[in-house]
C-alpha cells in the first residue's frame, strides 16, 4: 500500500486536472464568456433581410471582430429586421455614418455583420441606430435574377 | 419440451432474480453514500485506483483519437474547402459523443474490470463475510467507496479526454495539415455552445460512470466465489457495461440532441 500522502496528493492533482480540464472546454472550446463584451455599448441597425443571421454571429469592421449580435427583432411597422449589435468598449471611434452589411465568409459559410465606417466627425453612441444598410445576397435570388436576365436577352 | 419450457422459465427467473439483486444493491451503495463523508480517505483511495491510474490510457488514446479525426476529415473537408470547419467538428464530435462514450468504454475495461476482479477475489476468499462477522458491513466499507470513487473519477476522465483530443486535432490540423490557427479555434469557439454541447457531454459522462461502477462492483459482489466465477464475472462486467453505455449512449442523444 502507498503512502497515504502520495495518495492524497495524486488525487488532488487529478481531481485538479479533470476540472482544468472542463474549466478548458469551457473557455477555449466553447467560448462561454464573451471578453470585454461587458463593457461596451449597443447599437442598433435595420435589414430588410438578414437571413442566416444568428445572436452571437460575429460584427467585423475590417475584417476584425468587435463586437457580436445581441438580439434579432422584427419591426411588424417596416416589416424589417432590427439587429442589436453590442460593439467592444475599446471601438467607440465608429462614425455616425457608419453603413452595416449582412456579409458571408466564403460561398457557405457563417453570416457576419460587417461595418464600413463613414467620414461623419460625429461617433455613434450607445442605443444609437445605423441608417445605411444592406441586406444578405439571398443566393437563390439571385440566380432566379440570372435566369430571368439571360431568357430576357435570348428573346431579342 | 416441457424441460425446455422449464430451462426457459428457470433463466427468465435468474435473470429477473439478478436485475432485482442489481437494483436493491444499487439502494444499499445509495443509502452507503452519505456515511462516506465521515471517512473521505476510503473514497479518495478509490479515487486513486480507479481515476489516476486510468489517467495514462486516457490521455494516449484522447490524443491519438483527436489526431485520427484531425487526419480523416481534413482530408475530406478538404475536397470542399471547407477545412476551417475542422475546429468545430473535432470539438463537437469529441465533446459531445467520442469524449465520455470512449472514456466510458475505456473506462470499463480499465477500471470495471479491475473491481469486479478485486471485490469478487475479496468474496471468494471470504473476506467480505469476515467483515460481516466483525459486524462491519461490507457494502459501506468495500462497495460503496469504490461506487463513489468511480461516480467521481468518470467525469473528469471524459474532460480530460475531450481536451486531450482538441490538442490532439489541432496538433494535426494546424501543425501538420496547415490549416489557419485562428480559424480553428474561432470557428470552434462560436460553434460549440457550453450549456447545449460541453454540459450535455458531462451529464452523459455522469451517467456512464454510475452504470459502469454499479455493474462493475455488482457483478464482483454477485459472482459465484470460485476462480472461474470471478473470471466469468470479470468478463460479464466489460461486455455489459459496454453494451449499456453504447444503448444508453443512443438514448441520452436522442433526448439531448434528437427528435424534438
Redesign the interface.
Known amino acids: 500500500m502507498m503512502q497515504v500522502r502520495t495518495v492524497e496528493i495524486w488525487v488532488g492533482v487529478f481531481v485538479a486536472a479533470g476540472l482544468a480540464a472542463l474549466f478548458m472546454l469551457a473557455m477555449q472550446v466553447s467560448n462561454l464568456t464573451v471578453v470585454g463584451d461587458d463593457q461596451g455599448y449597443t447599437i442598433k441597425a435595420r435589414f430588410e433581410n438578414i437571413s442566416g443571421l444568428k445572436v452571437r454571429s460575429p460584427v467585423t469592421v475590417a475584417g476584425v471582430r468587435v463586437g457580436r449580435v445581441t438580439a434579432i427583432d422584427f419591426d411588424p411597422q417596416t416589416f424589417q429586421a432590427v439587429v442589436s449589435m453590442r460593439i467592444g468598449a475599446a471601438y467607440n471611434q465608429l462614425p455616425l455614418d457608419t453603413s452595416a452589411a449582412v456579409l458571408t465568409s466564403g460561398l457557405v459559410g457563417e453570416k457576419y455583420v460587417g461595418l464600413e465606417p463613414g467620414g461623419d466627425m460625429d461617433v455613434l453612441q450607445d442605443g444609437g441606430e445605423i441608417t445605411l444598410t444592406q441586406s444578405t445576397l439571398v443566393l437563390e435570388q439571385m440566380i432566379g435574377k440570372f435566369l430571368f436576365d439571360k431568357a430576357e436577352s435570348g428573346k431579342e | 419440451m416441457l424441460d425446455w419450457l422449464a430451462q426457459l422459465g428457470r433463466h427468465g427467473l435468474s435473470f429477473f432474480e439478478r436485475l432485482g439483486r442489481g437494483h436493491l444493491l444499487l439502494l444499499a451503495l445509495l443509502r452507503g453514500v452519505p456515511g462516506l463523508l465521515l471517512r473521505p ?1 476510503l473514497v ?2 478509490q ?2 485506483a480507479i ?2 491510474l486510468s ?1 495514462l490510457i486516457i490521455v494516449v488514446s484522447g490524443v491519438f483519437v483527436g489526431m485520427v479525426l484531425g487526419l480523416q476529415l481534413y482530408n475530406t473537408l478538404v475536397d470542399f ?2 477545412e ?1 470547419s475542422l475546429g468545430p467538428v473535432i ?1 463537437l464530435t469529441l ?1 459531445r459523443e467520442l469524449g465520455p462514450v470512449v472514456t466510458a468504454l475505456l473506462f470499463a475495461g480499465r477500471a470495471g474490470s479491475a473491481l469486479t476482479a478485486e471485490i469478487g477475489l475479496m468474496k471468494a476468499t471470504e473476506q467480505l463475510s469476515g467483515m460481516e462477522m466483525m459486524a462491519v458491513d461490507p457494502v459501506k466499507r468495500v462497495l460503496a467507496p469504490r461506487f463513489l470513487g468511480g461516480f ?2 468518470m ?3 471524459a ?2 479526454f ?3 483530443g ?1 490538442y490532439g486535432g489541432y496538433f494535426v490540423g494546424v501543425g501538420l495539415l496547415g490549416v489557419d490557427e485562428g480559424s480553428y ?1 474561432s470557428q ?3 460553434m ?3 450549456d447545449d ?2 454540459m450535455n457531454g ?1 451529464i452523459k459522462s455522469l451517467v456512464f460512470g454510475v452504470v459502469v461502477t454499479w455493474i462493475a462492483v455488482f457483478e464482483g459482489n454477485d459472482a459465484v466465489p470460485t476462480s472461474e466465477g470471478v473470471s466469468r464475472a470479470t468478463t460479464r462486467t466489460v461486455v455489459h457495461s459496454s453494451l449499456a453505455v453504447l444503448g444508453l449512449d443512443f438514448v441520452l442523444t436522442a433526448l439531448m440532441f434528437g427528435v424534438d
Open positions: 480517505l479518495v483511495q479515487v486513486y481515476g489516476v489517467l474547402g471547407a476551417a470539438a465533446v467521481i473519477a467525469p473528469l476522465l474532460a480530460i475531450s481536451l486531450v482538441v479555434w470552434m469557439q462560436s460549440v455552445d457550453f454541447d460541453v458531462v
